[in-house]
T-cell receptor
């Protein structure tokens, strides 16, 4: 069975500071992992995905994530936060049956 | 052009009513999904269809019935609505089935049952 744990339901950073959103996964098969962002009252938008190619994955809006098998992690980072990054972020793993299993989400707040 | 569009965006209805949510994608994808997001923002899959054929049917009450008239459309009909059905329902599509294929989401339909 597959599952995802997102540590920290809320993360607050100052504008210009490093963003680190944590995601740990559990999977009985080699995982495919995704990060999605949800802005208020909107749908989910794909930020980046890991599909067993490069372990460091670059996404949109300056975000990147590194797949670490030894730590079963896929943390999302951005070197310098912008006010427009404030949103809900979801980590997801793709299960055997082709469905996405989501974490509980992390709300990112960015202060000026 | 909106890739995955849902209507309506907001739906307020009384307990016991029957309602439908429509979804259309213009991406040429073969696979479509319905996800439910509860009040705590938790997202869970309900159904998936591949080329009009039901692939995934999670443990969803029989009151929920998806219908896919063609591969570009996946509608969700809900009978005898209950308070607990209040949630945001997201339609999504992906190019094909397969674990590495990402899903594209619609804007969501916020259903409130009163």
């Amino acid at each position: 069975a597959q599952s995802v744990t997102q540590l920290g339901s809320h993360v607050s950073v100052s504008e210009g500071a490093l963003v680190l959103l944590r995601c740990n996964y559990s999977s009985s098969v080699p995982p495919y992992l995704f990060w999605y962002v949800q802005y208020p009252n909107q749908g989910l938008q794909l930020l980046l995905k890991y599909t067993s190619a490069a372990t460091l994955v670059k996404g949109i809006n300056g975000f990147e994530a590194e797949f670490k098998k030894s730590e079963t992690s896929f943390h999302l980072t951005k070197p310098s936060a912008h006010m427009s990054d404030a949103a809900e972020y979801f980590c997801a793993v793709s299960a055997n049956t082709d469905k996405l299993i989501f974490g509980t989400g992390t709300r990112l707040q960015v202060f000026p | 052009d909106t890739a995955v569009s849902q209507t309506p965006k907001y739906l307020v209805t009384q307990m016991g009513n029957d309602k439908s949510i429509k979804c259309e994608q213009n991406l040429g994808h073969d696979t479509m999904y319905w996800y439910k997001q509860d009040s705590k923002k938790f997202l869970k899959i309900m159904f998936s269809y591949n080329n009009k054929e039901l692939i995934i049917n999670e443990t969803v009450p029989n009151r929920f019935s998806p219908k896919s008239p063609d591969k570009a459309h996946l509608n969700l009909h809900i009978n005898s609505l209950e308070l607990g059905d209040s949630a945001v329902y997201f339609c999504a599509s992906s190019l094909r089935t397969g674990r590495r294929t990402e899903a594209f989401f619609g804007q969501g339909t916020r259903l409130t049952v009163v």
